[in-house]
């Protein structure tokens, strides 16, 4: 076994919310210069930025995940893993058709950009990413598994926009085995409160949306190799 280095959570220039400089080519520049193994490109509802993350990272070394953040209908953000970029991108156009026809507003919102592989501009987004999907955290792991997906409850422990914020614990219906934290000193606390997350395995990321927020080689995951198959492997064990 080898361990890896990793940051499964980091926001492109294609959220709004996301810097302008959080380009591919940026992204993927920093993850090496950090030392990371693997990254993830989990932008707000949308995967149309990860052909270009793959691209980039190859050219270091890393292996980039293609993934997304997807917003439920009770406001809730979950993180969408993929092994290929086609089942990535199916999703993403699924989870596209779930979202409201409300138009992004580049000064009040940010700007939504998608760039090719050579990180040259190559368009923006219509519909505001940001809002929720209407799709329901009892739903989305199911949909996600569809195109061989892995679901992930987003940053748990954050005050908004997490399942403990919105229902105050694990709801009994809950279908997931891996749960992110955005702190590591919180996973035992965590634990002793919602007996759920001991049988899961817990990751901790950046939810970068600037360079700087990108982490250094602080997280670790155990594969039986450097490849994006064996990492699945691994993240599909219970195994922490």
Do not use: W
């Not at 591919?24 to 030392?35: C, D, E, Q, S, Y």
């Amino acid at each position: 076994m080898i361990k890896l280095s990793y940051d499964m959570h980091i926001h492109s220039c294609l959220s709004p919310c996301g810097d302008d400089d959080m380009t591919p080519a940026n992204i993927a520049g920093m993850a090496h210069i950090n030392g990371l193994d693997v990254i993830a490109l989990t932008d707000h509802n949308s995967c149309l930025n990860c052909p270009a993350i793959v691209s980039q990272a190859q050219k270091y070394g890393i292996i980039a995940i293609p993934g997304a953040e997807i917003t439920t209908s009770e406001e809730i953000h979950m993180l969408c893993l993929f092994e290929t970029l086609e089942d990535a991108l199916d999703f993403g156009r699924h989870i596209y058709e779930c979202l409201p026809n409300i138009i992004n507003q580049d000064r009040i919102f940010g700007r939504q950009q998608i760039v090719d592989e050579e990180d040259n501009p190559a368009g923006c987004i219509d519909k505001l990413l940001i809002n929720a999907a209407s799709i329901s955290i009892d739903d989305l792991p199911a949909a996600a598994a569809s195109y061989n997906g892995i679901c992930i409850p987003a940053h748990i422990n954050k005050p908004s926009d997490s399942i403990l914020s919105v229902f105050g614990v694990i709801p009994p219906t809950a279908e997931f085995n891996i749960a992110e934290i955005n702190r590591c000193d919180d996973i035992n606390a965590l634990m002793q409160k919602h007996e759920y997350l001991r049988k899961c395995r817990i990751i901790s990321d950046s939810d970068a949306h600037y360079l700087t927020d990108i982490n250094e080689p602080v997280n670790y995951i155990e594969t039986r190799e450097k490849s994006i198959e064996s990492i699945f492997e691994s993240l599909r064990t219970n195994k922490s």
